[in-house]
């Protein structure tokens, strides 16, 4: 069983942001509003995930580190559904096998919460622990046991980038969220609460890029596109500023790259992309979201409908600007 567990992990815990990204989808699911995160050592001495969630029953807490155990699909019908960020009970499992995990909780209502352990894959035995309602995880030394892993991690300041990815992304689809990052005690993000995505996106790229955004909104039967692009004259160099989110969740997609390139086509200088965050909201049943280990692409029904979405609704915004 230690061998699987680890196969297993490869594919979802690729490097410290894979944990964050996994323990941040948690929270969101548990109903945080605010989550804080300390890193150490680019995640690989320490990852920190703080919440103020749901919580977990204390008898429910060695199931959170079951394989295949997840909380949130009753239903074959769910899997079809998917509402939460997390449904294959695969995340904690996979890190509880490849780190020296502690994970404490509190459940609403409950007088103490309770706290267990897993290094390896071992489980302690669950004991109480006072602390508030919600959730608390430290994950120390990723990969200790798979050295192999652990050498082809990259630079402090790759890993540390990585996660910054991961918080920025998850910021950009829950705007309501308050989040915080620390790197080494060190403060990187304090994003309070807001109602708009553009002013995360004015604290994460700069108030140039968004003084500089159209807002798009447009539906084609079921399925709605909305979100903002950059006018092309902003320039951030080479850098691919896209960002796609699903229902809720981010993602990439080679054929909705392609087709914003395609809107932009003729206005943009050479080497340069299209900045766009754009949100899809396509009824469950038309979209498969179970094809990859971290969820990070999709498969849609009918994508030549997605692709005619994005490319006019863009191309007509951007007409409208006069471009
Ligand atoms: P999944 O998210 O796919 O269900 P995970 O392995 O990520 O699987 O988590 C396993 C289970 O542990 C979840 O289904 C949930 O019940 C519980 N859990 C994990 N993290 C939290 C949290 N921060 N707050 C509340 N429950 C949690
Ligand atoms: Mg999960």
């Given at each position: 069983p230690e061998v699987v567990t680890k196969i297993a992990a490869g594919e979802v815990i690729e490097r410290p942001a894979s944990v964050v990204k996994e323990l941040l989808e948690n929270s969101v699911d548990a109903g945080a509003s605010r989550i804080d995160v300390a890193i150490e050592g680019g995640g690989t001495e320490l990852i920190q995930v703080v919440d103020d969630g749901t919580g977990i029953a204390a008898e429910d807490l060695p199931l959170a580190f079951a394989?295949?155990?997840?909380?949130?699909?009753?239903?074959?019908?769910d899997l079809f559904a998917i509402?939460?960020?997390?449904?294959?009970?695969e995340a904690l499992a996979s890190i509880g096998g490849v780190a020296q995990v502690l994970l404490q909780s509190r459940a609403a209502g409950v007088e103490i919460g309770a706290e267990i352990q897993c290094w390896g894959g071992q489980l302690s035995e669950v004991r109480p622990w006072n602390g508030a309602v919600g959730t608390r995880v430290e994950v120390r030394h990723l990969f200790y046991n798979v050295p192999v892993r652990k050498k082809f991690l990259k630079s402090v300041a790759t890993e540390v980038g990585h996660i910054c990815e991961a918080v920025i992304r998850l910021a950009l689809a829950c705007p309501h969220l308050h989040l915080t990052l620390r790197h080494n005690g060190k403060l990187i993000y304090d994003l309070?609460?807001?109602?708009?995505?553009p002013e995360r996106i004015g604290l994460f790229f700069g108030a140039d890029v968004r003084d500089a955004l159209y807002e798009v909104d447009s539906t084609a039967g079921p399925i709605r596109l909305w979100g903002y692009i950059a006018?092309?004259?902003?320039?951030?160099?080479?850098?691919?500023?896209q960002y796609l989110f699903l229902n809720g969740r981010w993602f990439r997609d080679r054929m909705i790259t392609h087709a914003l390139q395609e809107a932009y086509r003729g206005l943009l200088l050479s080497g340069r992309y299209p900045v766009a965050f754009l949100f899809l909201i396509v009824?469950?049943?038309?979209?498969?979201?179970?094809?990859h280990p971290t969820k990070a692409e999709v498969r849609f029904q009918d994508s030549s409908l997605i692709y005619s979405l994005i490319r006019s609704t863009i191309q007509r915004r951007l007409r409208q600007a006069n471009l």
């Open positions: 394989t295949h155990a997840t909380s949130k699909l009753r239903t074959v019908e509402r939460t960020l997390g449904f294959r009970g309070p609460a807001t109602v708009g995505i006018d092309p004259r902003v320039d951030r160099g080479h850098a691919r500023m009824p469950p049943q038309q979209v498969d979201v179970n094809v």
